[in-house]
């Protein structure tokens, strides 16, 4: 499992708001929460998602502080997968592995800073994708590249195709890109990963099959409406090959009476619970027979 | 037509070399590039398209350049395309518009910084367009949604489905985004544009035919291989309807010994001459009856 961490400023606990309207007092409004429901969290899950839209939406300051969570996440021992989606010819896919997923060259850059793994847009080819696995290889790294999305309106892109629609050919493709020995760990499961979200169980089952070697990262659990059962077939037999991730549900659990009325004011018990919960549920279904 | 700057390091005239292993140090030297090519070609074209990638590579020091160098070709009179091929669902969507198109939201973020219109990866469907829809209404900025890309590697994505391929799959669905009568300028044109990489002249001009309303932003040209030639069937009648970039060929023009043997160490002059130069070919391309 996995909680991600898509912070919006006008939902964060009073406590946190910025004092200033500035992009700096933004970012540091959502790099206060950030690590607060890092701290929340790191008991209950071994990884992270943080969202870089979020982020960027403040700019250089939204950007700094991005790099500063996840340099933290890791000092809690977390992993963590920057969910980026980029996706852009190979000449240009290049500077964006560089500066997302390859060993910092800077000095003011921390190592640590860098992610274990990005999310990305494969629709321009292997070209897109290509120097993300050069720098995975080097690092040890991985990445996720979207396959099925969870949003009910990228039905009209992904379902294009009919009988054979178009994000089981980006099954296939995803597949190809990530099948090569090299990129193969002890496990069995390649460093090229895939975004498959759970819709009905058939055609989830197939895009398992198709991709047997592929780390699913699993979007859509709470608030986007999937329940746990959904996402059991996206695990291999024996509960591997596959994260779910739950972004809203956690962070913003203080939202709920239910967590509300048990913890009151104190935002963070409702965002750890809410990650015990969930990491509970998940683990009964994979651990169903 | 529109000068495309992607600026890389290790191709930077000997004097802008960075004198520190920073990420600041780099962007420093990326941005006083950026400055002088905006100078060098400002005269000649209306537009200027700056890719992220090359950005982000230098983290928060890059994106805060990549601002300043916005507000800097705003200063020169020339339009701004921000080449930042996002798409993520609805719900993160929103933030990337916040981030790069909806009027700042910050007072150290000065409005000047945001460009006229964005790139945009339109894969996971309306929901990741809209809301740089809805903020381009507000501004009277526009959008250019990916719909043919000019990387032969990414025919395997693109030329799926056969004689339907997916392409055109994306020009219906760009086509439809766009065509609310509200989103329509006084030129027919809509602020909902196309990424459309001029290939064979029959299947340009099909796509050409397929979204009348809207604006093609056309890569490919110089040092990726097409020609003027090929452009035109991207315009609409009277030359209206497309804008063709160059990148690399204009940019980078004083490693080319026909610019350079003129104009010895003066690398200015050579951005300069090979801007004009690309300016005055698809002009003549454009006028030809």
Redesign the interface.
């Known amino acids: 499992v996995c909680v991600g961490i898509?912070p919006?400023l006008e939902r964060l606990p009073a406590e946190l708001a910025p004092r200033?309207?500035?992009?700096?007092a933004?970012a540091g409004a959502v790099e206060r929460f950030g690590r607060d429901v890092l701290d929340a969290v790191a008991a209950h899950v071994p990884a992270v998602k943080l969202?870089i839209?979020?982020f960027?939406?403040?700019?250089?300051?939204?950007?700094?502080a991005f790099?500063r969570l996840i340099s933290y996440a890791h000092e809690r021992g977390l992993l963590v997968i920057a969910d980026i989606?980029?996706?852009?010819?190979?000449?240009?896919?290049q500077?964006?592995a560089?500066?997302?997923l390859e060993r910092s060259?800077?000095?003011?850059?921390p190592e640590s800073s860098v992610p274990d793994a990005v999310t990305l847009?494969?629709?321009?080819?292997?070209?897109?994708v290509k120097p993300f696995i050069e720098a995975a290889k080097r690092t040890g790294r991985g990445m996720f590249v979207?396959v099925r999305?969870?949003?009910p309106?990228?039905?009209?892109?992904?379902d294009?195709?009919g009988e054979r629609p178009?994000y089981r050919?980006?099954a296939k493709?995803v597949d190809a890109w990530g099948s090569d020995a090299a990129f193969v760990g002890e496990y069995g499961l390649s460093c090229v990963g895939a975004v498959v979200a759970p819709k009905d169980a058939e055609s989830t089952a197939e895009l398992r099959a198709a991709m047997p070697r592929t780390i699913f990262l699993v979007p859509g659990y709470g608030a986007q409406g999937a329940g746990a059962e959904a996402c059991r077939p996206c695990f291999l037999t024996g509960g591997r090959g596959a994260i779910v991730n739950a972004s809203r549900s956690v962070i913003y659990a203080y939202e709920e009476p239910r967590y509300s009325e048990k913890f009151g004011q104190d935002w963070r018990k409702c965002v750890s619970a809410a990650a015990a919960e969930f990491c509970a549920e998940i683990t009964r279904v994979v651990q169903a027979p």
Chains 1, 2 share one sequence.
């Open positions: 898509d919006v200033a309207r500035t992009s700096a933004a969202n839209a979020f960027e939406a403040f700019h250089a300051a939204g950007i700094a790099q989606k980029r996706g852009d010819i190979g000449s240009t896919a500077f964006y560089r500066g997302h060259a800077f000095e003011d850059i847009s494969g629709y321009l080819g292997a070209g897109s979207l999305p969870s949003d309106g990228a039905d009209e892109v992904h294009f195709g178009f050919h980006m493709l």
